[in-house]
């Protein structure tokens, strides 16, 4: 097991410069150009060339490209165009509010989801499993910054029991942590319990239909049991599979959620990377995002194994 | 107890258990109501004012760095950091005296050599800067307190170009600090200014702290923009960034912040409703709305083509794309200049005057030859108001019969394309959208847009030699009186030849709590005089 995390491991460093090619190439064709955003509206185009000279944008593609692999290859994420400061510094800043966001939402989801889905599959056809996927559907086509306007509304603005915006660091209380993340987490947390609520639900109809479970309930074993025991343990392998994948949704849902609640996190930083081209900062998170996917992956196969002996890798 | 407690102390509850006894440290009341919570109307991305000319930046910086003289409200350049000035008969020899006790935010005196090297890196980048240099003979640091600026020839607007308020001003740095190559961002931020830039607390995107500067000794007199004296009355200043309106709108009300810079039209009726906020106009010298034509490229190589279309023009229509029903917010503006500004004229204005006549208009363009080939606008669709102005603007040229080439894309790629000097067809352009601070349009020194010099123009590079003629008319006027007749050719020739086309000044509000007092009108945030209670 061992040799197969670390031959796992080895194997992203080509996908990460694989992505990372392509997203330099990709930024590196599109239209835009840092140097204007920074010089601003009044500048002469002479005051932007010289920007562009200075940045060492006007060098050509394999050069710009090669100087950034060599930087990477000794572990410095570049320099951010406009702030100046470290792409390491900025990505750090940015990551607890991001991270944080994903944990609390992952485990809400995990919380809600997870039963929501048992019960809808124990309840099958009936009027409790039609509302848990009603409101499965419900969830699913909201999109996030509908969802989080209106918990901002109601649960800020007008009940004032939490607050609209920012992120408080864990290390200044729990509660002043949670409670910016907790508006972020139920709406980003929407379209993720949908999806694993769903996922679970046909993953126990499934398994609550084998022979196993028939002899379960033959032997006396009570409900609990078998649906938390026997079956969902059996029905696990999708879960975690969905839940894995679903941590895209998060990243991909945190800049939007981001962007509401005035997160000052990763999401945030992508998109403003992205609209002003500071093409380093845009390299440093694709690299990171990569890893982190890849990651996601093998952890994903590695709880396969626990969750069923049979899988050997 | 009320249910917010509850949850706080259910949370603190289980929070205890996973922290191991972490917990929210108390906040005094006292501190909270030293601290100013300001949403600004961008992120400040980077900091350096003469490296970056956004205003964002700029309004950051004058916080932090103080210049030699301060425009005030009346648009005169007064004393700030300078004590006296002296200058010869003949006009060409500027000599300079410090006011005494001036100190960085280091500890270390503000020295003549300071001002000197700050400067001549202000001077490399600014329009003023860069005439200045063209007739300087030297500029010379004669002790501590004293420098020396010896011209060629004299240069009346000296005063007003060390203290004009646009981008890039003016600011005094520590020598080491001014010395970086004005092309080069520094990293450094000390200044002089009545604020301290708090470095380690900055998170580009976020947030942006400012503390009150304990050792600034402010001029006796009255503030005024930013002139006179900058007493600050709080500790210290947090700008929170907030990409989203509503959110910042919803922060405001919930009284998370404290002021909003500029709160969208849309969303100003909900803070008028609440007891709890004052809006206002922030700042009196609002914008003027524009698209440039390009005279490089047919059509708008024609001077009927860009009248005709200025001809048709309705600057309500655009106007009210911006701000909405809100009357009080816009203005025709049948000049390139602010209203209300001593130099206000509409001499030469008819043309954006009276009822709008398509016909004529379009008898004008067929004139000029127009046969059809595609316009090709450009159009920033991630700035509400450029948008708002590119679909009227659309409108319009389908009116006049025109073949429209409607490029919606990101401002990055517009600021981009629109510096292209090649055809059209070919990557180029022929109209594009923005707006200029009105500030910047108080007379021809700072305003950029206005300049019809060809190549060396701006976007557009309009050539107009009666206007160029009429800016050199003003640069060299002695007095009030000729300055305003220069100014009143200028803006005659300026339309006449369509440099751009104005499509309006509008104002935006400003919003803050009402225990914030002291918020004043002006071309920045003003934090001085600012207080904010319990």
Redo the contacts between chains.
């Keep these: 097991m061992l040799s197969y995390i670390l031959r796992r491991l080895v194997a992203t460093l080509p996908v990460m410069a694989i992505v990372a090619l392509f997203v330099f190439s990709l930024l590196y064709i599109a239209?835009?150009?840092?140097a204007?955003?920074?010089?601003?509206?009044?500048?002469?185009?002479e005051?932007?060339e010289?920007?562009r000279?200075?940045l060492g944008l006007d060098r050509p593609f394999l050069i710009q490209f090669g100087s950034w692999v060599w930087r990477i290859l000794h572990g410095d994420l570049g320099t951010?165009i406009?702030?100046?400061?470290p792409v390491s510094t900025?990505i750090g800043?940015?990551l607890g509010p991001t991270l944080s966001l994903m944990i609390v939402t992952l485990l809400l989801t995990i919380v809600v989801a997870v039963p929501l889905g048992v019960i809808a599959a124990w309840k099958a056809g009936s009027f409790i499993d039609r509302a848990i996927m009603g409101f499965a559907v419900f969830g699913f086509s909201l999109p996030v910054f509908v969802v989080g306007?209106m918990l901002?509304?109601i649960f800020?603005?007008r009940?004032?029991?939490?607050?609209?915006?920012?992120y408080t660091p864990?290390?200044?209380?729990?509660?002043?942590w949670?409670?910016n993340l907790i508006l972020p987490a139920v709406a980003l947390g929407c379209v993720y319990i949908a999806l694993v609520a769903r996922i679970t639900r046909a993953a126990m109809l499934e398994v609550l239909q084998q022979d196993y479970i028939r002899t379960a309930k033959a032997k006396g074993l009570g409900q609990g049991g078998i649906l938390f025991i026997h079956a969902l343990k059996n029905a696990a392998v999708p879960i975690v599979t969905v839940i894995g994948i679903g941590i895209a949704l998060l990243i991909g849902g945190a800049v939007v959620t981001e962007?509401?609640?005035?997160i000052?996190g990763l999401g945030?930083?992508t998109?403003?990377a992205i609209?002003?081209?500071d093409y380093p900062v845009i390299q440093g998170i694709v690299l990171l995002f990569s890893f982190v996917y890849v990651l996601v992956n093998l952890m994903i196969d590695v709880t396969y194994t626990l969750v069923d002996p049979r899988i050997r890798y | 107890m009320d249910r917010r407690s509850v949850l706080k102390g259910l949370a603190g509850a289980s929070g205890l258990a996973l922290t191991g006894g972490l917990s929210a440290p108390a906040i005094a009341q006292g501190a909270a109501a030293r601290t100013l919570r300001f949403v600004p109307q961008a992120n400040l991305a980077n900091f350096d004012p003469i490296w970056g000319t956004q205003y964002v930046v700029r309004n950051a910086a004058a916080m932090v760095w103080d210049t030699l003289y301060g425009i005030d409200s009346s648009f005169q350049p007064q004393r700030q950091m300078v004590e006296s000035e002296e200058v010869t008969d003949d006009g060409t020899t500027w000599t300079f005296k410090l006011r005494p006790g001036l100190k960085f935010h280091d500890g270390e005196p503000v020295r003549s050599k300071d001002v000197v090297a700050s400067l001549n890196r202000w001077a490399a980048r600014d329009p003023m800067g860069l005439m200045l240099k063209a007739i300087q003979q030297e500029l010379t640091a004669v002790d501590d307190r004293t420098f020396k600026w010896v011209l060629k020839q004299p240069y009346p607007k000296m005063l007003f170009a060390l203290g004009k308020n646009n981008s890039p001003c003016a600011f005094i740095m520590p020598e080491r600090i001014a010395q970086t190559d004005p092309f080069k961002q520094i990293s450094d931020y000390v200044g002089s200014g009545p604020l301290k830039f708090v470095k380690g607390e900055w998170v580009p995107g976020a947030k942006a702290v400012f503390e009150k500067f304990t050792d600034y000794v402010p001029r006796q007199e009255k503030p005024s923009w930013l002139a006179g004296g900058k007493q600050v009355m709080i500790d210290r200043v947090e700008w929170v960034i907030m990409p989203d309106p509503a959110t910042a709108a919803a922060a405001l009300q919930n009284g998370e912040v404290d002021w909003w810079e500029n709160p969208i039209a849309d969303l100003v009726p909900v803070l008028k409703n609440n007891k709890n906020i004052s809006v206002d106009i922030g700042d009196p010298l609002g914008n003027i709305g524009s698209f440039r034509m390009n005279f490089l490229y047919p059509p708008f190589n024609n001077v009927k083509a860009r009248r005709a279309v200025l001809m048709a023009l309705s600057q309500e229509d655009y106007m009210r794309s911006i701000v909405g029903d809100d009357n009080s917010l816009w203005k025709a503006l049948p000049s390139f200049f602010t209203p209300d500004t001593p130099l206000y004229t509409e001499l030469g204005g008819d043309i954006l005057k009276g009822k709008r006549d398509l016909n004529a208009a379009k008898k004008l363009l067929a004139e000029s030859g127009y046969s059809g080939e595609p316009v090709t606008c450009l159009v920033a669709q991630d700035q509400p108001i450029t948008k708002a102005m590119g679909d009227v603007t659309a409108d319009l040229l389908k009116k006049l019969g025109m073949n429209v080439d409607f490029v919606a894309t990101d401002w990055g790629t517009v600021g981009a394309r629109r510096a292209l000097k090649t055809p059209p067809g070919q990557g180029g352009w022929n109209m594009f959208h923005t707006w200029h601070a009105g500030a910047d349009c108080v007379n021809p020194a700072p305003y950029t847009a206005i300049r019809a010099n060809g190549d060396k123009a701006w976007f557009g590079w309009p050539t107009s030699e009666a206007t160029e003629k009429e800016v050199t008319s003003w640069f060299e006027a002695k007095n009030l009186d000729e300055e305003k007749a220069a100014i009143g050719r200028l803006n005659k020739a300026a339309m006449d030849d369509v440099v751009y086309a104005p499509t309006g000044f509008f104002l935006s509000y400003t919003a803050w709590r009402k225990n914030v007092s002291g918020v004043a009108k002006g071309p920045v945030p003003l934090f001085w005089g600012v207080s904010k209670s319990a």
């Design positions: 239209p835009g150009d840092p204007v955003v920074i010089a601003g509206d009044q500048a002469s185009p005051d932007v010289r920007i000279q200075s951010s406009f702030t100046n400061l900025m800043q940015r306007y901002a509304y800020a603005l009940l004032e029991w939490l607050p609209v915006q920012g864990l290390t200044e209380g729990f509660w002043p949670l409670e962007s509401v609640f005035a000052p945030r930083l998109i403003d609209l002003r081209r």
